[in-house]
């Protein structure tokens, strides 16, 4: 994907924020589902991994999310 390395616009972080709410936790091909609904912008692997890292962020400062 060519957005590989590059990092997340905040568009792409709001958009990810919604599309988090709409295929909630549990959700059958969870990730698949959002990097569909992002128009493939961001692989499904890129969509699971920025959502661990900014959980383990917001974790470390404290924010329950």
Same mark, same amino acid.
């Given at each position: 994907s060519k957005t590989f390395n590059q990092t997340w616009s905040d568009e792409e972080?709001? $958009?990810l924020d919604m599309l988090l709410e709409q295929f909630p936790d549990g959700t059958k091909n969870r990730w698949a589902n959002i990097s569909k609904a $992002?128009?493939?912008?961001r692989t499904p692997r890129q969509v699971a991994s920025r959502v661990q890292k900014y959980f383990a962020k917001m974790?470390?400062?404290g924010l329950g999310v």
């Open positions: 972080q709001k $958009m $992002m128009n493939g912008r974790k470390k400062w």
